[in-house]
């Protein structure tokens, strides 16, 4: 079992750069792909990034690439997103997730969620 609990989520101005981690509980987190997902209100939850157990191998939606930067740290149970160059339609509750197997786009492929960051970018 692995239990996921988000941070860093706040306020921030267009244009600005926020990071969130996400905390690790097991001793088996290496060996799962984790991703970073982001549901607006209203919306469907939406893939944002995701990275491979070693983190050789990284994927981007197009809305974010060159912006975000996904990474992990398996010392420390923990996976990180980078988000620069902030734009309001970046607004959103932002979750990890935790999958098994490679890397997957669709949210429906991850086991264990986290509670989920709110994330506001203001104009």
């Known amino acids: 079992q692995v239990q996921l609990v988000e941070s860093g989520g706040g306020l921030v101005q267009a244009g600005g750069s926020l990071r969130l981690s996400c905390a690790a509980s097991g001793r088996t987190f290496s060996s799962y792909a984790m991703g970073w997902f982001r549901q607006a209100p209203g919306k469907e939850r939406d893939f944002v990034t995701a990275i491979n157990w070693s983190g050789s191998s990284t994927y981007y939606a197009d809305s974010v690439k060159g912006r975000f930067t996904i990474s992990r740290d398996n010392a420390k149970n923990t996976v990180y997103l980078q988000m620069t160059s902030l734009k309001p339609e970046d607004t959103a509750v932002y979750y990890c997730?935790?999958?098994?197997?490679?890397?997957?786009?669709?949210?429906?492929?991850?086991?264990?969620w986290g509670q989920g960051t709110q994330v506001t970018v203001s104009s």
């Open positions: 997730a935790a999958n098994p197997g490679v890397p997957r786009t669709t949210p429906a492929f991850y086991e264990h």
